[in-house]
């Protein structure tokens, strides 16, 4: 990323190969959308193209685009006013249309229960647990984006996870 | 706390007996860091679980679209720096700067003689636009993709491109393996799309293209250009089941002034 901000902008492409899918896969765990979670990609990599100059250089570039990310997450959002379905009902109906229900259906059942579950958590429980996986459980770092401790994020964490597994066993009672 | 009691406030946990204050209390560990999220035998099996979950996999256009930015950004880094920089250019640098030399040093020296000075001047003109253009099919054939752009972005230079290096553009633009050079090549052909044997190229070039992205650019010259013949060609596109719904729209709103 230092060449890059440095003038080597061809360089942008190892880092789009590296964090592509990491940074898809946390777009697409907060609005399980393929068309937009692309989308969010393509306005992540071109704020960091634009705003280049203001990589320090200290610290990972990936916790760096994180950053970006959530803000690009939330611009988009707060754009679109966009409101988190939480009945069951809506998100059964939701999964009949969703353009990725075969791939749903090919995972196995209690994967496709959890996916759901996440969709019923807050958003920020959902994005926290998300930046968890993706950040690949760098708590400090991820206080980092989000602008807390790293003792906060952990308790953050643990209150998202506990509120994942009371939906998770709702789901398989009701389902 | 003691030790022994955060194990056992663990433990209670990890059995599902705590009640909310205990909760409360296993909150401040966790953030002091005297217990670890990992000790929570049943909220690390739902993480893992979690991580284990792939998302489902992006479309190539996602890639497509972020290399025409990156191309994009580099044509503008490269046409507000562009110069003749020689050292760059490796192994042939040496070998040109040698051959213009000698070619100014041989035209000085016979007008000095002759006394003809506008037309070797003319000549000498000439000759430079023959190296730049042997110049540029031998960067076309190099492996580097930034070597083969280099190649492109010299045709910008020449005030009139041959049809040798017309050929070579197309076929860049029809077979070269990266999505940027195959971009800047047609960007390179258009200036001459007035030309009727080039746009039949263009026509035919149409339905060679597998990237959406070199389609929505083809379609937005044939609208500039105005040349209705490319309607067959890309009706294929806009049947074709493949192609993606906001390119079939993206090339529709560029061919509306053609129907």
């Given at each position: 990323m230092i060449a890059v901000r440095d003038?080597?902008?061809?360089?942008?492409g190892l880092l789009f190969e590296r964090y592509k899918r990491p940074l898809y896969g946390f777009f697409y765990g907060m609005n399980r959308s393929q068309e937009l979670s692309e989308d969010l990609v393509q306005n992540t990599f071109f704020r960091i193209l634009k705003y280049r100059?203001?990589?320090?250089?200290?610290?990972?570039f990936r916790t760096w685009m994180f950053h970006i990310a959530r803000n690009v997450s939330h611009d988009h959002f707060r754009k679109d006013k966009l409101k988190w379905k939480e009945s069951i009902d809506d998100w059964q109906d939701r999964l009949g249309h969703d353009d990725n229900k075969e791939g749903e259906m090919q995972l196995n059942e209690k994967n496709a229960m959890l996916s759901i579950a996440m969709d019923r958590l807050p958003s920020d429980k959902r994005e926290v647990l998300l930046m968890s996986k993706y950040q690949e459980k760098k708590y400090k770092e991820i206080g980092e984006i989000i602008g807390c401790s790293e003792g906060a994020v952990k308790v953050k964490v643990f209150r998202a996870l506990q509120e994942l597994k009371v939906i998770f066993h709702q789901l398989e009672k009701t389902m | 706390m003691e030790q022994n009691k955060v194990d056992e406030l663990v433990g209670k946990y990890n059995e599902g007996l705590t009640d909310p204050s205990e909760v409360q209390q296993l909150e401040q560990l966790i953030e002091e860091g005297k217990?670890?999220?990992?000790?929570l035998r049943n909220l690390e099996r739902l993480d893992d679980q979690l991580n284990a979950i792939e998302a489902p996999a992006a479309s190539l256009a996602m890639d497509d679209k972020f290399y025409a930015m990156l191309a994009k950004e580099k044509r503008k880094q490269e046409s507000s720096?562009?110069?003749?920089?020689?050292?760059?250019?490796?192994?042939l640098a040496p070998r040109l700067a040698f051959s213009i030399v000698l070619l100014i040093a041989g035209f000085a020296g016979g007008s000095l003689i002759n006394g003809k000075k506008n037309s070797d001047v003319e000549l000498l003109t000439q000759q430079v636009a023959a190296l730049k253009e042997t110049m540029m099919l031998a960067l076309l054939e190099k492996e580097s993709a930034s070597d083969r752009l280099k190649a492109v972005s010299l045709?910008?230079?020449?005030?009139q491109v041959s049809q040798k290096v017309t050929q070579a553009l197309f076929q860049t633009l029809n077979s070269d393996p990266n999505l940027n050079v195959r971009l800047a090549a047609l960007e390179a052909i258009a200036p001459y799309s007035r030309d009727g044997k080039v746009r039949e190229e263009l026509i035919r070039s149409i339905g060679k293209q597998d990237s959406p992205l070199v389609q929505v650019a083809l379609a937005e010259l044939m609208g500039q250009i105005l040349e209705k013949k490319s309607l067959s060609e890309f009706e294929k596109i806009l049947k074709?089941?493949?192609?993606?719904t906001e390119v079939k729209n993206r090339i529709k709103e560029s061919i509306n002034v053609l129907i």
């Open positions: 003038g080597d902008v061809g360089r942008l100059h203001l990589f320090r250089g200290e610290g990972d | 217990v670890e999220l990992t000790q720096a562009f110069s003749f920089k020689m050292p760059s250019w490796g192994w045709t910008t230079e020449m005030d074709d089941d493949k192609t993606p």
